[in-house]
C-alpha cells in the first residue's frame, strides 16, 4: 500500500491556480524531501494531505484512504506534524504554560494542549521519547519558557507519542542557529532509521537539510512538479538553478547536498541595482 498517491491534482483559489497537475507516490519505505522557492506551492500540498484543502481536480490518496470518503479527523489522528507555526500555536495557546512532558503527552490526543486525563504509563512514554530526543532535561519546564530548538524537539516527541504512520516535517529549522540545527537533524535522522517509525516527508528549500535517511526529493517549481525521484538525479546543479531560478553548484558532502551560487544576480556583488555608481564616482 502507498503511503500517498496523488493523482492529476489541481488546486486553484481566487481565480489562481496553486497546484497543478500533480501527480505523486510515497510508497511504504520511502522518506522525501520537498523543495521549491517560497510559494512553489509546499505548503499547500501539506495543507492538502493533512484534509485541510481541497483539490480542485483529481484525486488524493492518504494512507489508503481517499479523500472526501474518511473522516478527516480521523486520518489526522495517523499524521504527525512538525513545524514553526505548530510551535507558535502552542506557544499562545492556554496551554503554554503546561510542562514539556504535558506537551508530549498531548500528542496522543492530536489536542493542542492536554484536556484529557492521562495515566502513568502515558508519562513514562512521553519520559522516554524526550529521553531519546535528548530533551529529558526540559521534562517539566514550561514549553514557552523554551528556546527555539528545545521547542522543535519536545515537538518531535509528541508528534511520535501518537506513533504517527506519516509525519511531515515542515522546516522545521527555520530560525535556528547552525549547532542547534545540527542537534535538531540528527534527532530526525535518528527518527528516519527506526524500523518502527513513521513515514517522513521533509520539507525545505534549504538542500544541506537533506539527510541521507531522505532517499527520494520531490522539486516544485511554481506549483508544478520539475522533478521527482531519488534525491541524487533530482538534486542536481542543472534541476536546482532551475528551480531556484540562478545557477548554482551542488556538491555532495556525507551524503547531504550543499549549493552555493556560482553567478551573482544581476544586482551585483554589493546589491546595489545594476550600473549604480560606486562610491564617490558619479553616473557618465
Not at 517549481?221 to 542543472?238: E, H, I, T
Amino acid at each position: 500500500m502507498n503511503i500517498l498517491e496523488m493523482r492529476g491534482v489541481s488546486w486553484r483559489r481566487q481565480g489562481h491556480t496553486i497546484i497543478q497537475d500533480v501527480d505523486w507516490n510515497i510508497r511504504a519505505g520511502e522518506h522525501w524531501a520537498v523543495v521549491g522557492r517560497n510559494g512553489s506551492g509546499k505548503t499547500s500540498l501539506l495543507s492538502m494531505i493533512n484534509g485541510y484543502i481541497w483539490p480542485s481536480r483529481g484525486e488524493v490518496e492518504v494512507l489508503g484512504q481517499r479523500l472526501g470518503r474518511v473522516p478527516v479527523q480521523e486520518l489526522r489522528r495517523q499524521i504527525g506534524w512538525v513545524s514553526q507555526s505548530m510551535a507558535e500555536q502552542i506557544a499562545q495557546s492556554a496551554s503554554a504554560g503546561d510542562a514539556a512532558v504535558q506537551i508530549v503527552i498531548s500528542g496522543k490526543y492530536a489536542s493542542v494542549g492536554l484536556w484529557q486525563g492521562f495515566d502513568a504509563a502515558d508519562a513514562e512514554t512521553a519520559m522516554g521519547l524526550l529521553r531519546q530526543f535528548r530533551c529529558e532535561s526540559l521534562a517539566d519546564k514550561p514549553f514557552q519558557v523554551l528556546s527555539q530548538g528545545e521547542k522543535q524537539r519536545v515537538l518531535l516527541a509528541r508528534a511520535w507519542m501518537a506513533k504517527p504512520r506519516l509525519l511531515i516535517l515542515d522546516e522545521p529549522c527555520t530560525g535556528l542557529d547552525l549547532p542547534t540545527r545540527e542537534e535538531l537533524l540528527a534527532a530526525i535522522a535518528w527518527l528516519g532509521e527506526q524500523p518502527d517509525g513513521p513515514t517522513l516527508v521533509y520539507v525545505t528549500h534549504h538542500t544541506e537539510e537533506i539527510l541521507p535517511c531522505f532517499s527520494h526529493t520531490l522539486l516544485l517549481q511554481q506549483g508544478r512538479v520539475l522533478a521527482q525521484g531519488p534525491s541524487r538525479d533530482v538534486l542536481s546543479a542543472d534541476l536546482l538553478s532551475d528551480a531556484f531560478g540562478l545557477p548554482v553548484a551542488v556538491t555532495w558532502e556525507n551524503d547531504r547536498p550543499w549549493v552555493r551560487v556560482v553567478a551573482r544576480p544581476s544586482t551585483g556583488l554589493t546589491g546595489k541595482p545594476a550600473g549604480a555608481s560606486a562610491p564617490g564616482h558619479a553616473q557618465p
